[in-house]
Antibody
Framework: QVQLVQSGAEVKKPGASVKVSCKASGYTFTNYPMHWVRQAPGQRLEWMGW????????IYSQKFQSRVTISRDISATTVYMELSSLTSEDTAVYFC????????????WGQGTRVTVSS | ELVLIQSPATLSLSPGERATLFCRAS??????LAWYQQKPGQAPRLLIY???KRATDIPARFSGSGSGTDFTLTISNLEPEDFAVYYCQHRSNWPPYSFGQGTKLEIK
């Protein structure tokens, strides 16, 4: 079945970077863009950016443009999201999400990765 | 930047009742609107896409309507498992593909 499995929880110090992985299976990896969405405690979902898994092109939310890098490894069918210069406001659960075949909507989500930024 | 406003913030109903949730966009998104359900500690689940199309395996008691700037998610005959937070999301011509702030559907 189609699934996305993310890497485990991370604890980072302010100023550090974090890299979260999202392993895809059950579908042709290069056929679908992958998006990243985060959710701070008690807050709404926040879209961060996406990658064309075929050619590697990326588009980022302007809010994260200077700090986020989304990449992929086709052979590993894995997408990565790296966020730098972390602050306490980056404490959140980070999700990867696959776009569905026939419309722009996220039909499959990873289980989420909790990132805690604390000194 | 396009903004989605959901109302009400909280909706208190009993099982068996009908829930009506609203999502208003600051500019037209045509029919490019999706609805998600999220339960505590879980990833969101896609319910509705393109404003009115039910996603795979979503029960018929969930329905969506609207176009342009005003959208509605209706849940008829509420089941105990329907009590959760609901988010709308747009796909306009350009990102960010933002979400609304959510409506919490709680048991009365």
């Amino acid at each position: 079945q189609v699934q996305l499995v993310q890497s485990g929880a991370e604890v980072k110090k302010p100023g550090a970077s974090v890299k979260v992985s999202c392993k895809a299976s059950g579908y042709t990896f290069t056929n679908y863009p992958m998006h990243w969405v985060r959710q701070a405690p008690g807050q709404r979902l926040e879209w961060m950016g996406w990658i064309n898994a075929d050619n590697g092109d990326t588009i980022y939310s302007q809010k994260f443009q200077s700090r986020v890098t989304i990449s992929r490894d086709i052979s590993a069918t894995t997408v990565y999201m790296e966020l730098s210069s972390l602050t306490s406001e980056d404490t959140a659960v980070y999700f990867c999400a696959k776009v569905m075949t026939t419309a722009f909507a996220f039909d499959i989500w990873g289980q989420g990765t909790r990132v805690t930024v604390s000194s | 930047e396009l903004v989605l406003i959901q109302s009400p913030a909280t909706l208190s109903l009993s099982p068996g009742e009908r829930a009506t949730l609203f999502c208003r966009a600051s500019q037209s998104v045509r029919s490019y609107l999706a609805w998600y359900q999220q339960k505590p500690g879980q990833a969101p689940r896609l319910l509705i896409y393109d404003a009115s199309k039910r996603a795979t395996d979503i029960p018929a008691r969930f329905s969506g309507s609207g176009s342009g700037t005003d959208f509605t998610l209706t849940i008829s005959n509420l089941e105990p498992e329907d009590f959760a937070v609901y988010y709308c999301q747009h796909r306009s011509n350009w990102p960010p593909y933002s979400f609304g702030q959510g409506t919490k559907l709680e048991i009365k």
